[in-house]
Structures are given as structure tokens and as C-alpha cells.
Nanobody, 117 residues
């Protein structure tokens, strides 16, 4: 499974971005997908996940501002990011797991999101 993110960029605080993750390969093996973020000097953090039945999870820091979704065939994962804050600045990584217990086996290369104040 290959994952390629896009959609990152520079945005002012309060703005929006939509990240996309194009998945290819053995998509039938994927159940859960999600997004992680990693800010400079910090550990990678889970942002949001979506499992095979469509149930979603969000970190407290993004609840109500971000929305995760994906195409039914799992070919594309999205992260709609609204009301962005400078603290959302990070590299965002797409990840996929063969299980609904989200322990990713597959990772994208990341896309940079920078939010200016």
C-alpha cells in the first residue's frame, strides 16, 4: 500500500485547508486510516482516525474543527481543517492499518501545514 499526501501549505490563523491522501496498492487489506501530526521538536501525535464502519475519532485539540473522511473504496482519505490555529503548524502524515485497532503499517511522506498568526 502506498500513501501520498497533498494539500498542505501556508494559511493565516482562522483559515482552512483540506488535506488529501491518495492510497494505492492492496486497498482491500486496509481497515482503519488516519492522520498524525508532528511539530518541530515534538513527538508524532494522532489527530484523527476513521475505521471500516465509518466511526471516527478526533484528538481533543482538533475536535469540532477538523473532519476526517474517505472515499468508499478507500482510495482517498481527507482531512478538512477549519479554524486553523498557529499551534496546528506541523507536518501531517497519512497512515493506514490492516486492523481497526489503529496500529499503522503504512505511512505517507507527509505534507507541511503552516499557520501564521
Amino acid at each position: 500500500v502506498q500513501l501520498v499526501e497533498s494539500g498542505g501549505g501556508l494559511v493565516q490563523a482562522g483559515g482552512s485547508l483540506r488535506l488529501s491522501c491518495a492510497a494505492s496498492g492492496s486497498l482491500f487489506s486496509i481497515n482503519a486510516m488516519g492522520w498524525y501530526s508532528q511539530a518541530p521538536g515534538k513527538e508524532r501525535e494522532l489527530v484523527a482516525t476513521i475505521i471500516s464502519n465509518g466511526v471516527t475519532y478526533y484528538a481533543d485539540s482538533v475536535e469540532g474543527r477538523f473532519t476526517i473522511s474517505r472515499e468508499n473504496d478507500k482510495s482517498t482519505l481527507y482531512l478538512q481543517m477549519n479554524s486553523l490555529k498557529p499551534e496546528d503548524t506541523a507536518m501531517y502524515y497519512c497512515a493506514a492499518s490492516r486492523s481497526d485497532y489503529f496500529h499503522p503499517q503504512y505511512w505517507g511522506q507527509g505534507t507541511q501545514v503552516t499557520v501564521s498568526s
